[in-house]
T-cell receptor
Framework: AQSVAQPEDQVNVAEGNPLTVKCTYSVSGNPYLFWYVQYPNRGLQFLLKYITGDNLVKGSYGFEAEFNKSQTSFHLKKPSALVSDSALYFCAVRYNFNKFYFGSGTKLNVKP | DGGITQSPKYLFRKEGQNVTLSCEQN?????MYWYRQDPGQGLRLIYY???????QKGDIAEGYSVSREKKESFPLTVTSAQKNPTAFYLC???????????????FGEGSRLTVL
């Protein structure tokens, strides 16, 4: 069965420090992995995706994600966090042609 | 600008009433989806449609109904049979003309339904 796990409900980081939001996956076949961000009472915004190729994927707003096949992980990273990065982050996997499975979300708090 | 429009943004319903949430897209996408979001949970798929006049149940379809009469529109009806309808509802679409089938979902701004 396809699944995505976000082991941390919440991540706290100080502004200017690097941040990591964790995601692990379980899929059969090639994994198509995505990260989305959601601000309160808003829809989800696409940040980046891994399809194939380089394990380090760069996306919007300075975010990047590292795909690690041996650890089945796809962690979201940013070298220097901003207060405005505070939001809810979702990892997702695409499977069965056009179905998506989402993790439970991680709330990122960036403190000034 | 291309995008997905959901309406209304906020909706209040009395128990026993059906309500319909609107979703319109001008991205020329074939596939459209409805998700439900509850606090502390990921998004759960209610229904999806790959083409006009065709749709499939997702993981939590009970108490919901949809139609897909036009490519641009995919309305969701929350019926009185849905026992716990208070939630945030998200409509999305994807470009399945992409032959690699690796495209991302595009989301609307959501509709928050509260049952009084």
């Amino acid at each position: 069965a396809q699944s995505v796990a976000q082991p941390e409900d919440q991540v706290n980081v100080a502004e200017g420090n690097p941040l990591t939001v964790k995601c692990t996956y379980s899929v059969s076949g090639n994994p198509y992995l995505f990260w989305y961000v959601q601000y309160p009472n808003r829809g989800l915004q696409f940040l980046l995706k891994y399809i194939t190729g380089d394990n380090l994927v760069k996306g919007s707003y300075g975010f990047e994600a590292e795909f690690n096949k041996s650890q089945t992980s796809f962690h979201l990273k940013k070298p220097s966090a901003l207060v405005s990065d505070s939001a809810l982050y979702f990892c997702a996997v695409r499977y069965n042609f056009n179905k998506f499975y989402f993790g439970s979300g991680t709330k990122l708090n960036v403190k000034p | 600008d291309g995008g997905i429009t959901q309406s209304p943004k906020y909706l209040f319903r009395k128990e026993g009433q059906n309500v319909t949430l609107s979703c319109e897209q001008n991205l020329n996408h074939d596939a459209m989806y409805w998700y439900r979001q509850d606090p502390g949970q990921g998004l759960r798929l209610i229904y999806y449609s790959q083409i006009v006049n065709d749709f499939q149940k997702g993981d939590i379809a009970e108490g919901y109904s949809v139609s897909r009469e036009k490519k641009e529109s995919f309305p969701l009806t929350v019926t009185s049979a849905q026992k716990n309808p208070t939630a945030f509802y998200l409509c999305a679409s994807s470009n399945d003309r992409d032959p690699t089938n690796t495209g991302e979902l595009f989301f609307g701004e959501g509709s928050r339904l509260t049952v009084l």
